[in-house]
């Protein structure tokens, strides 16, 4: 059995004047006479039987059945401008440039080329790998997907994730010479992924910034530093 609903019009003038508590600003905005607006909503009051609105000086305030009825409808025709947008808008092309952390962009964004290609099949991507964060203001870059702490100013900004730092080894050379607790660290080779801030935090959790650390090595990206390790 279908379901009957209101009348659209009648719906559109109850909409906009309980948003703006006015029948003045709802015939703006929809275009048409305060006559015509309140006219509208009466013939709703009367389809559904009971009142929606009642008058309070220059302005109409909400019945309880109003404030029943309102979120309802404001959600129903927000769904509807949304979706028309969608559809009208037009198809994505052009060229799209994305600078992206080196590592990030070789183990997750490269294997995704091909999906992406077949469902923005119009778009030409430039992929830079960096995380300069000079970037974000470069006149040639429409989006970064940077690796920090999220201090860039004058820029829309969302995170993706957390990280967690570990330090890594090669199995060979551990079981060469072995590490039973921070303080071995001392006799093995540092290695940099960045400008030694990932190692300084790590070792400040571990409660060894103390740590006498010897001979280190600044590789300048991690998926770097970990082929090295």
Same mark, same amino acid.
């Given at each position: 059995m279908a379901k009957r609903l209101p009348p659209l019009n009648p719906l559109r003038a109850f909409e906009a004047t309980a948003r703006h508590a006015s029948l003045t600003k709802a015939a703006a905005e929809l275009n048409v006479t305060h006559g015509a607006?309140?006219? %509208?909503?009466?013939?709703? #009051? %009367?389809?559904?039987?009971?009142?929606?609105? #009642?008058?309070?000086? %220059?302005?109409?305030?909400?019945?309880?059945?109003?404030? #029943?009825?309102?979120?309802?409808?404001?959600?129903?025709?927000?769904?509807? !401008? !949304? !979706?028309? %947008?969608?559809?009208?808008? @037009? !198809?994505?092309?052009?060229?799209?440039?994305?600078?992206?952390? @080196?590592?990030?962009?070789?183990?997750?964004?490269?294997?995704?080329?091909?999906?992406?290609t077949a469902q923005y099949p119009d778009i030409q991507l430039t992929l830079l790998p960096s995380n300069d964060a000079r970037d974000i203001r470069a006149p040639h870059i429409d989006v970064c997907v940077h690796y920090g702490d999220g201090s860039w100013s004058d820029c829309w900004m969302r995170k993706w994730s957390g990280l967690e730092l570990f330090p890594v080894v090669s199995p060979t050379l551990i079981n060469n010479r072995p590490i039973r607790n921070v303080r071995d660290l001392a006799d093995h080779v540092f290695l940099h992924g960045d400008d030694g801030r990932e190692w300084h935090t790590w070792l400040a959790a571990a409660d060894a910034l103390d740590l006498e650390r010897g001979r280190r090595h600044h590789l300048g990206d991690a998926r770097v530093a970990i082929e090295a390790a």
């Open positions: 607006v309140s006219h %509208q909503i009466k013939a709703l #009051e %009367q389809s559904l039987g009971v009142k929606l609105l #009642e008058r309070a000086g %220059q302005r109409v305030r909400l019945t309880p059945h109003g404030a #029943e009825l309102l979120p309802a409808v404001s959600t129903a025709f927000d769904g509807i !401008a !949304a !979706a028309t %947008q969608r559809m009208t808008r @037009p !198809a994505s092309a052009g060229k799209l440039s994305i600078s992206c952390v @080196p590592a990030l962009l070789l183990l997750w964004m490269a294997p995704r080329l091909g999906s992406f």
